[in-house]
């Protein structure tokens, strides 16, 4: 038997209390249905911005030769997600709790995450992009596009009465559909916050919802697929994933560390994970209590320290049962659906939208759903645009809980007076800062366009994927015991991690730098 390592009171957090691991289900296919979930919330939030906005509008533009910047960002996401995981399952903490045991310690670092989180998640970017799809429903059309301001003033100066009329009445016309997408992102950013309240634990009402979204996106692209795609087309989609190292010249680097980010989940998203796994009880998780929903919910005490158990043959048989659980979740379900997500969104707009069109405005789900209505069947408007609602709608509801509940983690861990505050619970610390985000949110949405402030979501998740990769290999190499600690090639592919999501940030950074200056 080997003893836990001695209490990790690193970075002014208590030292590590000791329990026994639990036992998990034995290993079967019902069993799994019952434990895995996490990787379906996940998966959820995944198939949104870069699935159905930059995903498409990067092939469209470039070729299917950049899809293998999808292959490497969900792979090197998978070992991120495991390794976060790994540490949780030992000590019942999320991640972030473990980067915060580093030096300079739980302040620096949880002051550092909590404005990386708001600085990644505080603009709610896909709001706007779900209303444009219930706006789609609701009049039966696309908005209406403002004509330049150059059309007019050309208009003007040729004297053409009519036609400066006619782009001043489609100038009026973009407005108010601005301001009726206005109102419909209120009413999305007000659903969410209905949603988040109800339903036990806040993991678990997050995990019935997303399988529901999960089904119906993914019988849908299926369906279209099979139906629309011809088989040439399948076979060139699916090349563009392995065609490593291609770069198309005249690329946008912000768009491609965009896409790096955001094929998969990205960032703050990743870290989340393991707040997940905690609250659904994998591993020690299931000793340490999880965030209740407001509705509903059971009153649940939440220890800020984590549990650790001591390294002995029947503990080492569980774990290792645990872990086949996680593989399940993380590789079958999580990084196997944002590959068939990936590839089904951008084979189907391969098939319909030419190459070269530009997407930043209209995106492809309003292309596709606009292009099958007309060609095919008019009830495919509708269905093709409720099959982007799901999609953006799912990650707007995950964006939203990984942003406030990493927040309350931090600040849980980090801060006894907020463990003081409001009785001591979590759940009233969770709905304060959801409270407080939906109210900003009501203001961040006129920032700028969906695309455009998805684009800076998308860099600054690179940013967050640079800094914690490293520190994911300091928490699992320094704080857990060897029997655990990850193998060379995890370890490595970490670290190959950080670099390539750091080198991309730099490179998109400078660029954009450099065109402010020119």
């Avoid at 949603?195 to 993991?203: A, P, S, V, Y």
């Amino acid at each position: 038997m080997t003893e836990p390592p001695p209490p990790a009171t690193r970075g002014q957090l208590p030292a590590w209390e000791v329990a026994e691991l639990p036992e998990p289900l034995p290993f079967s296919v019902r069993n799994a249905f019952k434990i895995i979930g996490p990787g379906a919330i996940m998966l959820a939030a995944s198939i949104g911005g870069g699935e159905w906005l930059i995903g498409p509008a990067t092939v469209i533009k470039h070729g299917p030769g950049v899809l293998w910047i999808a292959t490497v960002a969900i792979i090197l996401q998978l070992i991120f997600n495991l390794e976060g995981i790994r540490y949780t399952l030992y000590t019942g903490e999320p991640a972030l709790s473990g980067i915060m045991r580093l030096k300079p310690g739980c302040r620096f670092w949880g002051g550092a995450y909590v404005l990386l989180t708001a600085m990644q998640l505080g603009v709610p970017a896909l709001a706007p992009a779900t209303a444009v799809t219930v706006f789609g429903m609701m009049l039966d059309r696309v908005p209406s596009e403002a004509p330049s301001d150059n059309e007019l003033r050309e208009a003007e100066k040729s004297g053409d009465a009519s036609a400066t009329l006619k782009l001043q009445q489609q100038r009026d016309g973009a407005a108010a559909d601005r301001g009726t997408i206005l109102k419909i992102t209120y009413g999305i950013i007000a659903i969410t916050l209905v949603i988040l309240m109800f339903g036990g634990t806040i993991e678990r009402m997050l995990e019935v919802a997303s399988w529901f979204m999960i089904a119906y996106i993914f019988i849908f692209l299926t369906a279209v697929n099979l139906w629309f795609v011809p088989g040439e087309i399948w076979l060139s989609t699916l090349a563009g994933f392995f065609e490593f190292g291609n770069w198309p010249t005249g690329i946008e680097p912000l768009l491609m560390a965009t896409f790096f980010a955001t094929a998969g989940s990205g960032g703050i998203g990743n870290l989340t994970i393991s707040n997940w796994i905690r609250d659904k009880g994998f591993g020690m998780g299931a000793v340490v209590g999880a965030i209740p929903s407001v509705v509903g919910g059971k009153e649940v005490r939440l220890s800020h320290v984590g549990k650790v158990f001591a390294i002995t043959a029947d503990n080492m048989r569980r774990w290792r049962l645990w872990w086949r659980y996680v593989v399940l979740d993380q590789v079958w379900l999580w990084a196997l659906g944002c590959f068939c997500g990936m590839f089904l969104n951008v084979n189907l707009a391969r098939a319909i939208i030419p190459h070269g069109t530009d997407l930043s405005k209209i995106g492809a789900g309003a292309f596709q759903a606009q292009y099958m209505a007309e060609h095919f069947w008019r009830g495919l408007w509708i269905l093709g645009l409720l099959n982007g609602f799901w999609i953006l709608f799912s990650t707007q509801l995950g964006n939203t809980d990984v942003l406030v509940r990493t927040l309350t983690d931090t600040l849980w861990t980090a801060s006894s007076r907020v463990r003081r505050w409001r009785d001591g619970s979590i759940a009233k610390v969770y709905y304060s800062l959801l409270l407080v985000f939906t109210a900003w949110g009501l203001v961040a949405v006129h920032l700028g366009s969906a695309m455009t402030l998805f684009k800076y979501l998308g860099t600054m998740a690179g940013v967050v994927m640079s800094i914690a990769g490293v520190q994911l290999y300091l928490v699992n190499t320094r704080l857990l015991p060897r029997e655990l600690q990850p193998s060379w090639w995890r370890k490595g592919a970490l670290l190959l991690c950080s670099l390539a999501y750091g080198t991309m940030s730099l490179v998109a950074g400078y660029d954009v730098v450099s065109k402010w200056f020119a």
